[in-house]
């Protein structure tokens, strides 16, 4: 029997012998028809069959041949569990929910012959499918991917094909970074100039030379419509998208737009390099909380997900030192410092989306002069944050640059590369990646909720360069997450992507070779 690859690696995998072939007469059988045609749809292309879609009934679990059966089952009510069951006779797919099912078929599409993945028809394939049985559930409920739209944005189109990819690997959380000192990218009605200006930047550093700009103005942004599409597209997939809107830092755009909303008042410019604004919103002004309740309310009714991400990183506290209304409120509030204002400030926005029944979640700054109450830290600093969050009983998503920053070089030879921001992350590092460090109590193990990717786009313009940055990094990580602690061996890993990767090949998407 041939090796069987999958991405990610299933839980539990017995072989048995024989194969189940697809042919035109094959039928699905499902208790929820959408799904079952769900399956018909991602077999059609590539087959040129149109598999009919018929009910599922007693008799019909007990003797259908010739058949795929998706099979609702209270065995498999984990969240996101299935299983999947192929015989000579039939396959079938059992599942709790929707997710479990979506992740079955996933599981099969990677088992069928790649050829499969293309989006025309296929001549002289064997649609065939190794007998086997597979038990699969994720370790982690939190696999996720960060994109970047702030620094460069990229067509609603590409972002579909993107969260196909993640469905691809069962990644299961889109961070959509929305806004940052070079652009906001989200329509907010309230406040058009949010877009009409903070979303236009004159310019953009040239990635091999960043201290020079290449004179062309840059801008755009997702309209509300657009981004509820990108939401639902994802919804049927099983991905939900986690919206950004960074505070107090990272707003040198919105400040553009609405100059009233910084320490200084006025002489801001969206910003046209990359690095770190000391211009931030001014926490001594209530017309800032006003706004930002604003501009999260319209952001819930687009985007449904229970976390909701605020940012929290790289805020430089030089303007609130030198504000009289900053330092005012530092005072009125009883507060030691600057730290400790952005901490005020970020429990004030949490206690905002807690009584909306939303849960904040924010970069791992967010612990400095004290964590928000219920807050959720990403971290990114390495794994520290991560580590003192969740001893001290709060949730964690862990994205340490060290193992998951993945606009990092591919390469330690980095002429051998496109351009990337100065730190390199190769392939057999991100294979080291420990969701959960040594350092987090036993007791608290829990609250880590799982990890992503983050792609961070300073230097990734395009998205045939942002696949290339993704994948396969990205494709590890979905295993780490699926699988966790699993065994990881690089010779292993490397043999598993040489089978794997043609699969990329046919879904068209590109990404960077393996080193010889
Ligand atoms: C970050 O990379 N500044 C979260
Ligand atoms: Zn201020």
């Keep these: 029997m041939s090796a069987i690859t999958l991405f990610p690696q299933p839980q539990q995998l017995e072989r048995e012998p024989g194969a189940f072939t697809i042919n035109a007469r094959t039928r699905v059988f499902a208790a929820d028809a959408a799904l079952g045609e769900w399956l018909a749809d991602y077999l059609r292309p590539a087959t040129g069959f149109s598999l009919p879609v018929h ?22 009510q984990a969240a996101e569990a299935y299983a999947l069951d192929v015989a000579p006779a039939r396959v079938m797919l059992r599942a709790g929910g929707s997710c479990g099912f979506l992740h079955a078929m996933q599981t099969l599409r990677q088992l069928l012959p790649p050829q499969i993945l293309v989006d025309e028809p296929q001549a002289d394939v064997a649609w065939s499918i190794p007998c086997l049985r597979i038990k699969d559930a994720p370790a982690f409920g939190w696999r996720g991917l960060l994109l970047d739209v702030a620094r460069h944005m990229f067509p609603v189109d590409f972002i579909k094909s993107f969260i196909d990819a993640m469905a691809f690997y069962k990644l299961n959380r889109l961070h959509l970074h929305l806004t940052d000192d070079q652009g906001w990218r989200l329509e907010i009605k309230k406040y058009p100039r949010l877009t009409e200006i903070g979303s236009q930047r004159a310019e953009t550093p040239i990635p091999a030379d960043p201290k020079q700009g290449d004179g062309k103005p840059y801008g755009g942004f997702y309209t509300q419509d657009e981004a509820r599409d990108i939401v639902a597209y994802a919804a049927k997939r099983g991905i939900t998208v ?4 960074e505070l107090p830092g990272h707003s040198l755009a919105a400040l553009t737009a609405y100059p009233r909303l910084g320490c200084l008042g006025e002489g801001y410019q969206v910003r046209r390099t990359w690095g770190i604004d000391s211009n931030i919103y001014c926490a001594g002004n209530d017309e800032v909380f006003t706004f930002l309740g604003d501009v999260l309310e319209e952001t819930l009714a687009i ?48 206690s905002w989306l807690n009584q909306r029944g939303r849960r904040l979640v924010g ?23 991560g580590i003192a969050a969740a001893n001290a009983g709060h949730d964690v998503i862990m994205t340490p640059n060290t193992y998951c920053y993945l606009d990092y070089y591919q390469h330690e030879d980095w002429t051998r590369e496109p351009a990337a921001i100065s730190s390199t992350l190769t392939l057999p590092q991100v294979w080291q990646f420990a969701v959960i460090p040594e350092a987090i109590s036993p007791d608290k193990k829990h ?70």
């Excluded at 009910?55 to 209270?74: E, F, G, Q, R, Y």
């Excluded at 970069?363 to 944050?385: C, F, H, K, Q, Y």
Aim: aromatic share 8%; proline share 6%.
């Design 55 to 76: 009910a599922l009934d007693d008799d019909i679990l007990a003797d259908a041949t010739n058949a795929i059966l998706l099979v609702p089952s209270a065995e498999h």
């Design 242 to 245: 986690m919206p950004e809107i």
């Design 303 to 350: 985007f449904p997900s229970e976390y909701i991400h605020i940012g929290g990183d790289e805020a430089p506290k030089e303007r609130w030192r030198n504000c009289p209304k900053c330092q005012a409120r530092i005072k009125a509030e009883g507060l030691a410092d600057e730290d400790e204002l952005q901490s005020w400030f970020i429990r004030r926005i949490e």
């Design 363 to 385: 970069w791992d700054e967010i612990l400095e002069g004290g964590l928000a109450p219920n807050a959720t830290v990403m971290s990114w600093r390495g794994s520290d944050g």
């Design 447 to 516: 609250h880590i909720l799982g990890g992503q990717g983050n792609i961070w786009t300073e230097y990734i313009p395009k998205a045939e360069h942002l696949e290339y940055m993704a994948f396969p990094r990205a494709i590890a990580i979905s295993d780490i997450l699926w699988n966790h602690p699993g065994e990881r061996s690089c010779d292993d890993l490397t043999a598993r992507l040489k089978a794997h990767l043609p699969r990329l090949d046919a879904l068209g998407i590109n990404y960077r070779r393996l080193d010889e």
